[in-house]
């Protein structure tokens, strides 16, 4: 987001609530603010107020241009404009004069929004309009940016949402982004074409007295996608340009859930409310409904939220032209401009109704949770590489960040704390036994130790007498450890600095060796397995005493979802040149300004399990894997028709999931969300088990495990989006791979659409994407 | 294509029709030929023999094996193998033995066709038996490579086509071509699933007693596509590899030409005909219908045309093994196998019926003709960079190529003819009158003067008296041309070395100027406009004279059609790395494997017009135009609205167009075909006009200029192939863009498809591609 710094909404001074902003637009506006006006704007209390760029002189111009070169046309005898397209030179609009424009460099220019002129027709079916649109269009750009606008505001495409007609615009917002190369463009869209609502402008169709293109809407169903299927063009053509924004123009009446979430998803910059959105309430003042309200707080908890403009809700023209001005210097200094806003200032003008009420609304907004203090907020749609959890060690701090989620600990403590009190209950012998009743709990990975505390505490709480081990591999947590140990612990703990993997299993005084009953790991990742927790627990568990012993975690599941996130698509193409592998690598990322394609339908729920991994896994299976492991001469018998290179030691930690999603509402998808959940312990209680669990499922995270924050989503991109149109079904197929030295996943997603009660056709398919050049390393 | 050189149809021993290269499959074979069955099966006609890669003990080791870890999951207590998958190993399928193969290194091995072992399912959704077949599959294609073979046949996806069936399936190939990584992999596909069949081999899945996947075929409605829409999965997710062909079963019944021409378009590596496609002639012989004869010689028109492999058609299995073996040792050496050969070879075996049969069939195709003599063949799909024709001089070799289109040249006389009979008949005053009436003719960019000579032949032919100049920039054709004057043309021409846009006019002796009655160019490329004919003439046609001068041409029309061309893709694709342009280059090039994906329908013609140039253009513009070139000053009124760096002044040789194909079958499409087609002359005769054409449609070339042969088509590729479902249509925005300085072209595909009679969807977009990198300089 651009804009001066002094109004960004990025800059430090954040409240406890989002903030707004809140800028004035006329649309019968057709000078540049005097200096005088604009200060009077602002003592409305607007924060900021738009300007256009050129005037009704330089408007009737073009009108004559355009009557001119007619005319030339019915002298050489050519007068049906679109039969004589061949070979005739459209006219040159001629360049701006000073009588054009009131618009123009000013210390304030960049608090001014530049609204481009909503007259043209850059589709207009008659060349000659199209053409003369174009330049229209792009001189205005070129001058707003020479005069030090940021941001220009462009009317979007009009009714006619024909291919041809969209095609036409999105062109020229290309072009325009290569013409004035600085400055971003954010094209004026409806959020859906309310009937008998549209925005009305004069255009250059109606200024010739010609009828305007597109028939009346009121014939046709009301389809309220088309607006978004136009910006999605647009946006496409443009290549998902970082300078190409939203101004979303908000509806009299609220459209339904999924295309408010729709848009949520896209690079808003502004939304725009016109005056008859509003209500008069009791007293007589404006005032939105509560759908209007819910719909603007929403959007408000983006990290980059939207700003406002209040369109036609004065101060207007009218007002404004009857306000002493100032000044007669049309570009004064900073000093004199600066004269002039302090005798501006009286006397002071009321602050405009709709502003009180907006400041109002501001108010009203739920306060900023937790998860949405500045340093959390911050990690909105923030692409984080993944962890290599066997070969980096962490530094003090990130351990410290991990282990700030009491929920997540409160959950292993309560499973610990289950496992203790059945294996009490059922009288079952531990790993020492008999020489020993003292249960053997070992913690792997035991990094600054919260999962030791944890331990001992459910050992507390349960009167559970237990021998505790704790086995870490950095050996700078070590260190830690040790001191831990001596400091709270009152050396309790027998701590061990090795690779998990490589550990020896704990021994008694006299050098016995014995298994462990509750072996206690924290090695999941967003999408449960990814960061090798299968791979470290294969190489542990030969340890845990059967048939008795227990893995904390007992289980995990990967979970999936497609997912619109055009703002990381176009964050993940600018990355590409700098790091060919950004597509193909599954990113840790918070991700917030996101559409979901699926819907809950019966039997395809919007998250889908991939697949599952359970621990201990059987005996003989693990014993097979130890000898495998611990004897190389076993290979000569094995084949190579594993993946290459492998001897498919790994192989049953490899897993492949299809997956269908049910989309009854066309759309796009830019990659799949990955989620995961774990049942940390599950009791035998009558009628079932008891599941203690942890969940970063956005529909399950409140009921297992609420306010967790120490797990973000993982997102697997697609290089291209992928288009699908309504009653669409989506099929993923994931596979996880490894290699003996390297876990990896792969990913294609397929579009499918009913076009009869019995017919499916696919309608698109994604490349095979493989993160095996950013493999995890086991 | 591969294999060895002397079987190679590429080497230059090619004949006055296609050589069928027969090749013979017996599916009941499990062991590799001995030499001598070798030499028996060659000396019965066959020109080579393919050999399973693997025996019976191989495969029944392999079931051993499966059957053995069920039992071993028994005893853990887990019969079911879907629900058990988790975290269990698969069992590894040990490494190959001497009993298990007798295929291996031999002097002939690049000349056995490798085939994989049939009874391996891929996509089997038992995860044991997939995962057992995958590792069957990658150990046979990395012991056929270590042996030397240049190419395996592996059998396609089975009769269930579900998404994650194939998905499985070419997940696997594409492991496949990275685990054997010199290899061709050829995937076996038949044409379509024909009812009650299809090639029932044994699998694992029936090897155990286990019903296949599959239902019955015979309950659904047939479609002739799954097939294809299979292999087009399979290439995609291999990105379409290089090393990755078809081979295609012929079935018994042709299916309709449409799916002919889709498999035309792919990479053939084989043709496979089944013992049951043969019918019995009077005789008792095998033959094939007229269908299939028609079907194998469309194909073998390809330049790498496939090789057929007939299957189960003797000699088989019996007969070979009752051969005496000459041979005990494995590994002949060179000398030892040539004495065994040489032995084997009496008594000379009888040639079999059906190759005796398949090389009448070869010797009833037609001769090919002057386009498929060798030198023409090989520029089938060979892609050639579009001139630069302003900024670079011809070579004497090049002009001689264009010269030797006999067929252009006589279409241009005729045109001429008709222009000084229709001058003549009409009265027109010429340029110099009243003081000369001599036909004031000029041919610019004259060359080496091939329109010279036929200007003046239509003069003599005509008894129009003329006065003829020859403009040319390129200094050396400009000598050749004052040769070609003393010589040919006794000194008649005026010739004049200039840039045909700098040319000052005709002068008469006494240095007035004047103008040109009839001005004869040839600049028209493959797309009409791609080498600045337009600008070229727009810089000289201010020498026309008005109101009666002409230019032949007198107009040129672009047209366009969405095309699939799989191999030229995967060509394109190839060059990236070297060529970052190459998607967004049109290219030149003498379409001959492809698919039209555009139907003829109502109103919507397969090849469509994207627009017309006429010249000369309208006086008064003219006028402007030279007005503007001749003087900058002008400029300063002028806007800067056109594209960026632009002032517009070629703006109207910009063109646009928005086409609609319509597509009822599904496929895939890799670009637009652009041809063009020109009126030489339009003569107004009693009841309309005579025009003398000449055109490059495919479905005009035969009426307008048969055999002609100056133009190739050219290609505009689409970065992402474009997926479209049946009832589909494909719209096409293309523009011809230009700066003053460059002209290039940008093209967008989008796919819409009917799912209901009155709702139109858009399905998918290509990237909006611009040949602005690789422009034609003005």
Request: charged share 20%.
């Given at each position: 987001m651009s804009s001066d710094g002094y109004l960004d909404p990025e800059s430090d001074s954040y409240d406890s609530r989002p903030q707004f902003y809140i800028g004035q637009h006329d649309t019968a506006r057709s000078e540049t603010l005097t200096d005088a006006q604009y200060t009077h704007v602002l003592n409305s209390g607007f924060d900021f107020v738009t300007t256009p760029i050129t005037n009704h002189h330089f408007r009737q111009r073009v009108v004559e241009l355009y009557k001119s070169h007619l005319q030339d046309r019915e002298q050489w005898g050519l007068s049906d404009v679109a039969k004589t397209n061949l070979s005739l030179p459209g006219p040159v609009v001629p360049t701006l004069t000073d009588e054009d424009t009131s618009y123009g460099p000013s210390s304030y220019v960049g608090s001014l929004i530049a609204y481009s002129s909503?007259?043209?027709?850059?589709?207009?079916?008659d060349p000659i309009i199209s053409s003369i649109s174009r330049q229209v269009l792009n001189m205005e750009l070129v001058y707003a940016s020479f005069c030090g606008a940021r941001s220009v505001i462009i009317p979007g495409p009009r009714e006619d949402e024909s291919s041809s007609a969209v095609m036409q615009y999105s062109r020229c917002i290309q072009e325009a982004l290569q013409a004035a190369n600085r400055i971003n463009i954010i094209v004026h869209m409806p959020m859906y074409r309310e009937p008998g609502l549209e925005e009305k402008a004069a255009t250059l169709s109606s200024l010739l007295g010609k009828a305007n293109?597109?028939?009346?809407?009121?014939?046709k169903e009301i389809d309220i996608f088309t607006t978004w299927d136009s910006w999605h063009t647009v946006r496409s053509v443009c290549n998902y340009s970082a300078r190409l924004f939203v101004a979303l123009r908000i509806p009299k009446r609220i459209p339904e859930k999924n295309l408010q979430e729709r848009w949520f998803a896209e690079p808003l910059h502004y939304l725009t409310l016109g005056d008859h959105i509003f209500q008069q309430n009791a007293a007589g003042r404006p005032s939105l409904s509560r759908h209007h309200q819910d719909l603007i707080a929403r959007y408000m908890r983006l990290k980059h939220y939207p700003w406002l403009i209040l369109s036609d809700v004065g101060p207007g023209i009218e007002a404004l032209d009857n306000l002493p001005d100032p000044m007669a210097i049309e570009f004064p200094s900073l000093a004199e401009a600066s004269k002039a806003l302090k005798e501006s200032r009286k006397p002071m003008p009321t602050r405009n109704n709709y502003v009180a009420y907006m400041k109002h609304v501001e108010r009203q907004q739920p306060p900023y949770s937790a998860m949405e203090t500045p340093p959390l907020r911050s990690f909105q749609d923030w692409l984080q590489s993944p962890l290599q959890p066997l070969a980096d060690n962490l530094e003090s701090a990130t351990y410290e960040v991990f282990e700030g989620d009491p929920v997540k600990y409160n959950q292993y403590e309560h499973a610990i704390a289950n496992a203790m009190i059945e294996w009490k209950g059922l009288n079952k012998p531990t790993a020492q036994s008999p020489e020993n009743s003292d249960l053997v709990v070992a913690v792997a990975g035991a990094g600054r130790g919260p999962l030791v505390t944890r331990v001992i505490r459910a050992a507390e709480s349960t009167g559970t007498s237990i021998q505790l081990w704790a086995v870490e591999k950095n050996q700078n947590a070590y260190v830690y450890l040790l001191r831990q140990n001596n400091l709270i612990w009152n050396n309790r703990v027998t701590i061990v600095k090795t690779d998990m993997r490589g550990w020896a299993g704990p021994t008694s005084p006299s050098g016995q060796p014995y298994k462990v009953d509750i072996l206690v790991t924290e090695l999941l990742g967003s999408f449960g397995d990814n960061e090798l927790s299968p791979e470290c627990l294969d190489g542990i568990q030969r340890h845990i005493s059967r048939p008795h012993g227990i893995s904390i975690p007992h289980s995990y599941t990967a979970h999936l979802t497609p997912i619109a996130t055009p703002r990381l698509f176009a964050d993940i193409a600018s990355r590409v040149v700098a790091d060919p592998n950004a597509f193909e690598t599954p990113w840790v990322t918070r991700l917030f300004a996101l559409d979901f394609a699926a819907q809950k339908a019966p039997g395809h729920p919007r998250f889908q399990q991939a697949w599952e991994f359970a621990h201990p896994v059987e005996i003989s299976r693990a014993d097979q894997f130890a000898e495998r492991h611990g004897n190389?001469?076993?290979?000569?018998?094995?084949?190579?028709?594993?993946?290459?290179?492998?001897?498919?030691?790994?192989?049953?930690n490899a897993r492949h999931c299809h997956l269908t999603f049910v989309c009854p509402t066309r759309g796009v998808i830019h990659g799949l969300a990955g989620y995961f959940e774990s049942v940390l312990y599950a009791s035998q209680v009558q009628g079932g088990t008891e599941k203690v669990e942890i969940s970063i499922l956005p529909d399950q995270i409140d009921r297992k495990?609420?306010?967790?924050?120490?797990w973000f989503p993982i997102f697997f991109p697609l290089k291209q989006p992928l288009l699908f149109p309504p009653d669409s079904e989506i099929e993923v197929s994931m596979w996880r791979q490894t290699d003996d030295t390297k876990v990896w996943y792969e990913w294609i997603v397929e579009a499918y659409a009913w076009v009869g009660p019995k017919t499916r056709v696919k309608v698109g398919q994604s490349e095979m994407h493989s993160s095996r050049k950013v493999a995890c390393l086991m």
């Amino acid at each position: 987001m651009s804009s001066d710094g002094y109004l960004d909404p990025e800059s430090d001074s954040y409240d406890s609530r989002p903030q707004f902003y809140i800028g004035q637009h006329d649309t019968a506006r057709s000078e540049t603010l005097t200096d005088a006006q604009y200060t009077h704007v602002l003592n409305s209390g607007f924060d900021f107020v738009t300007t256009p760029i050129t005037n009704h002189h330089f408007r009737q111009r073009v009108v004559e241009l355009y009557k001119s070169h007619l005319q030339d046309r019915e002298q050489w005898g050519l007068s049906d404009v679109a039969k004589t397209n061949l070979s005739l030179p459209g006219p040159v609009v001629p360049t701006l004069t000073d009588e054009d424009t009131s618009y123009g460099p000013s210390s304030y220019v960049g608090s001014l929004i530049a609204y481009s002129s909503p007259w043209i027709d850059l589709c207009s079916p008659d060349p000659i309009i199209s053409s003369i649109s174009r330049q229209v269009l792009n001189m205005e750009l070129v001058y707003a940016s020479f005069c030090g606008a940021r941001s220009v505001i462009i009317p979007g495409p009009r009714e006619d949402e024909s291919s041809s007609a969209v095609m036409q615009y999105s062109r020229c917002i290309q072009e325009a982004l290569q013409a004035a190369n600085r400055i971003n463009i954010i094209v004026h869209m409806p959020m859906y074409r309310e009937p008998g609502l549209e925005e009305k402008a004069a255009t250059l169709s109606s200024l010739l007295g010609k009828a305007n293109g597109a028939g009346s809407s009121a014939e046709k169903e009301i389809d309220i996608f088309t607006t978004w299927d136009s910006w999605h063009t647009v946006r496409s053509v443009c290549n998902y340009s970082a300078r190409l924004f939203v101004a979303l123009r908000i509806p009299k009446r609220i459209p339904e859930k999924n295309l408010q979430e729709r848009w949520f998803a896209e690079p808003l910059h502004y939304l725009t409310l016109g005056d008859h959105i509003f209500q008069q309430n009791a007293a007589g003042r404006p005032s939105l409904s509560r759908h209007h309200q819910d719909l603007i707080a929403r959007y408000m908890r983006l990290k980059h939220y939207p700003w406002l403009i209040l369109s036609d809700v004065g101060p207007g023209i009218e007002a404004l032209d009857n306000l002493p001005d100032p000044m007669a210097i049309e570009f004064p200094s900073l000093a004199e401009a600066s004269k002039a806003l302090k005798e501006s200032r009286k006397p002071m003008p009321t602050r405009n109704n709709y502003v009180a009420y907006m400041k109002h609304v501001e108010r009203q907004q739920p306060p900023y949770s937790a998860m949405e203090t500045p340093p959390l907020r911050s990690f909105q749609d923030w692409l984080q590489s993944p962890l290599q959890p066997l070969a980096d060690n962490l530094e003090s701090a990130t351990y410290e960040v991990f282990e700030g989620d009491p929920v997540k600990y409160n959950q292993y403590e309560h499973a610990i704390a289950n496992a203790m009190i059945e294996w009490k209950g059922l009288n079952k012998p531990t790993a020492q036994s008999p020489e020993n009743s003292d249960l053997v709990v070992a913690v792997a990975g035991a990094g600054r130790g919260p999962l030791v505390t944890r331990v001992i505490r459910a050992a507390e709480s349960t009167g559970t007498s237990i021998q505790l081990w704790a086995v870490e591999k950095n050996q700078n947590a070590y260190v830690y450890l040790l001191r831990q140990n001596n400091l709270i612990w009152n050396n309790r703990v027998t701590i061990v600095k090795t690779d998990m993997r490589g550990w020896a299993g704990p021994t008694s005084p006299s050098g016995q060796p014995y298994k462990v009953d509750i072996l206690v790991t924290e090695l999941l990742g967003s999408f449960g397995d990814n960061e090798l927790s299968p791979e470290c627990l294969d190489g542990i568990q030969r340890h845990i005493s059967r048939p008795h012993g227990i893995s904390i975690p007992h289980s995990y599941t990967a979970h999936l979802t497609p997912i619109a996130t055009p703002r990381l698509f176009a964050d993940i193409a600018s990355r590409v040149v700098a790091d060919p592998n950004a597509f193909e690598t599954p990113w840790v990322t918070r991700l917030f300004a996101l559409d979901f394609a699926a819907q809950k339908a019966p039997g395809h729920p919007r998250f889908q399990q991939a697949w599952e991994f359970a621990h201990p896994v059987e005996i003989s299976r693990a014993d097979q894997f130890a000898e495998r492991h611990g004897n190389a001469v076993k290979f000569h018998t094995v084949g190579g028709g594993s993946i290459s290179g492998s001897s498919g030691v790994n192989d049953h930690n490899a897993r492949h999931c299809h997956l269908t999603f049910v989309c009854p509402t066309r759309g796009v998808i830019h990659g799949l969300a990955g989620y995961f959940e774990s049942v940390l312990y599950a009791s035998q209680v009558q009628g079932g088990t008891e599941k203690v669990e942890i969940s970063i499922l956005p529909d399950q995270i409140d009921r297992k495990s609420k306010d967790m924050i120490s797990w973000f989503p993982i997102f697997f991109p697609l290089k291209q989006p992928l288009l699908f149109p309504p009653d669409s079904e989506i099929e993923v197929s994931m596979w996880r791979q490894t290699d003996d030295t390297k876990v990896w996943y792969e990913w294609i997603v397929e579009a499918y659409a009913w076009v009869g009660p019995k017919t499916r056709v696919k309608v698109g398919q994604s490349e095979m994407h493989s993160s095996r050049k950013v493999a995890c390393l086991m």
